[in-house]
């Protein structure tokens, strides 16, 4: 078919100002019937290292901002899972390609090696409550209703017992690290628009209450400890924390009161062990930060070199994702890997300086998304995992710059081809726990959802996303962001519609394929005929090269899309052809001039299309 006579790109600044108008709604009307609920939450225990146990109180205020009135709470014990025949070993044992980890951590574990999180006693305003453990979720009934816009008191004492570490937490990791404390305590399990969810424990994600949290920890006095938080008492502790100009104040005795106040989290996480080396650093931009780790001699030179690579990540991650909101995060050696928390991340420490630095900015990453942008990561883990990969990615790049600046995300594409070819792909929609393999889960929640965000930034530019992620960060900071609130934020800034994008990359397994079918040239310029093999449209860039034209650009907008990319660090279009309607099947491209020479045609020449055929994406008129 033929075409309207092309337009070339004109006056970008223009389009742009009515972008940046079009924003000027966005609070109102995507947030006017938001809420969230409140927690105010105070612990103390008392924690037993010689046999790895502690007994403890919570005082929890609870604040129902929900138009519901609430008969019921749930409360999360995940120690629980952390036994032979739990949930979590029975769901790995069905997986083809079950995590390892669980496998040998849980076979045969003894009962003095088992997790154990047990409720004493529970009261709702002083009124005793009924209650039932269910495995890794305590059950309660409320001794009366809790009203919308009204709050209750509950006050716990509960007893636990740290497993042997098999996944994140635990005692005596690989590395040797005493405790990772990560999932210790009772936690409010979350009240959204969606309802409860009291989600067992079966393995990965989690979703939190926003609240602050005030804990108390008694512990031998050989033990340092890291923590969310902030240290209420460095000068009673010592151990690194104490201002060397002030007097040190340690009390006599076997035992130490650490306190820590972290406002404004959803979960809370420490770890111990007496032989950490801690340090600090205060960046560039103010914050403070705290490293702890087992020094040896094969990994000092990569600690002690890693405080200013996270000196030059923090600056470009607070200038591109929004500022960094506390003034502390500690990175810890522990866990298993690496794994993040509110202010703090665990992560395995024996390490060479790259491999630190890379997980560094990983963890660091979800500072932002999961611990600031709190989505649901069990029903959205690629919201999580995704855009961590995305922008940590991009951090790594500019620590360890790279002579193609688009290369960085290549694994992932890479990743997400495979996900394919293997016919276990899932959609994006699929609950976290619910995946039915370990490799469709890493691929979709990482690889696919990183793919989400560069192939955004294909769609409607470069700079349009940087400004969208810095504009979803600054609306939906402390919030629990979901696809929806995402996209809204990118269409505002970009100016075009994309549910039609979200729709499909998130909800389906469709793939995108498209083909150059021939191409010719004539009296009128050059011919391309385009086909769309695949069922997943999408705009198409497209480069055309000759030794007499140069290159010239052009994008072919979808006609769902109602406009186009205008500027674009990577591919800036010259021209703007005429709209592909989506469910057309070919398109049919003339650009007119003389080409009598040899002429190469490209789709997608800067490769941030996933098209799953890239072999159809060149062609080549000789002469």
């Not at 600056?315 to 794994?339: A, E, K, L």
């Amino acid at each position: 078919m033929t075409h309207p006579i092309l337009h070339k790109v004109s006056d970008p600044l223009k389009q742009i100002a009515f972008i940046f108008f079009a924003l000027s709604s966005l609070t109102a009307s995507a947030q006017s019937m938001y809420w969230q609920q409140r927690i105010t939450c105070e612990m103390e225990i008392d924690f037993d290292h010689i046999h790895h146990q502690y007994v403890g109180s919570q005082r929890l205020i609870y604040q129902n901002n929900s138009p519901d009135t609430l008969r019921r709470m749930f409360y999360h014990l995940y120690p629980n899972a952390f036994q032979k025949g739990s949930e979590m070993d029975a769901w790995r044992m069905r997986l083809p390609d079950g995590d390892s980890r669980i496998a040998n951590g849980l076979y045969g574990i003894k009962p003095d090696e088992e997790g154990h999180l047990h409720i004493r006693t529970l009261t709702m305003n002083g009124e005793a409550l009924q209650f039932v453990e269910n495995r890794t979720i305590l059950e309660v009934w409320l001794a009366s209703p809790i009203p919308p816009g009204q709050s209750a008191l509950f006050d716990m004492t509960f007893v636990g017992q740290v497993p042997k570490q098999t996944r994140r937490s635990g005692r005596f990791n690989a590395e040797g690290v005493d405790y990772s404390m990560s999932q210790w305590f009772p936690k409010i399990c979350n009240y959204d628009q969606k309802g409860w969810h009291a989600d067992p424990y079966i393995l990965r994600e989690f979703y939190g209450t926003w609240g602050d949290y005030d804990v108390i920890i008694h512990i031998d006095s050989s033990f340092t400890l890291g923590a969310s938080g902030y240290l209420q008492n460095p000068q009673s502790v010592g151990h690194g924390y104490e201002d060397p100009s002030l007097p040190l104040t340690v009390p006599e005795g076997k035992q130490l009161t650490w306190h820590f106040i972290a406002p404004n989290v959803h979960d809370f996480v420490w770890a111990a062990d007496p032989d950490y080396t801690h340090t600090r650093k205060v960046m560039q931009d103010g914050t403070e930060f705290h490293f702890f780790y087992l020094k040896t001699k094969d990994n000092e030179k990569a600690w002690a070199s890693l405080p200013a690579y996270v000196d030059s990540a923090l600056q470009f991650i607070n200038v591109t994702y929004g500022q960094y909101p506390y003034r502390q995060y500690s990175i810890i050696q522990g866990g298993d890997g690496g794994m993040e928390y509110p202010m703090a991340t665990l992560i395995t420490g024996n390490r060479g300086l790259r491999s630190l630095v890379g997980v560094m900015a990983h963890e660091l990453m979800h500072s932002w998304y999961q611990m600031i942008l709190g989505t649901n990561e069990s029903l959205y883990p690629w919201m999580d995992e995704g855009f961590t990969t995305y922008a940590s990615s991009e951090v790594k790049s500019r620590l360890f710059p790279s002579n193609d600046p688009l290369f960085i995300h290549n694994g992932s594409y890479q990743g997400y081809f495979g996900l394919v070819r293997s016919g276990l792909e899932e959609p994006l929609t699929t609950h976290a726990d619910f995946y039915l393999s370990e490799f469709s889960y890493g691929n979709s929640a990482y690889n696919k959802g990183c793919i989400f965000l560069h192939q955004l930034g294909y769609i409607i530019g470069k700079e349009a996303l940087d400004r969208t992620l810095l504009q979803y960060y600054s609306t939906w900071q402390f919030k629990h962001p979901t696809p929806d609130d995402f996209i809204r934020i990118a269409e505002n800034v970009s100016g075009q519609e994309l549910d039609w994008y979200n729709e499909l990359w998130v909800n389906t397994t469709r793939t995108i394929d498209y083909a150059i079918d021939t191409a010719w040239t004539s009296k009128e310029g050059v011919h391309v005929l385009l086909s769309q093999k695949g069922t997943f449209p999408m705009p198409i860039d497209l480069a055309i090269q000759s030794a007499e034209n140069g290159v010239t650009r052009l994008t072919i907008p979808l006609d769902i899309q109602r406009g186009e990319k205008v500027i674009d660090r990577y591919f800036t279009p010259d021209i703007v052809a005429p709209d592909w309607p989506w469910a057309f099947e070919t398109y049919e491209l003339i650009l007119p001039g003389k080409w009598t020479k040899n002429v190469e045609i490209t789709i997608d020449p800067s490769q941030r299309l996933a098209d799953i055929d890239r072999q159809n994406n060149r062609y080549f008129i000789e002469e």
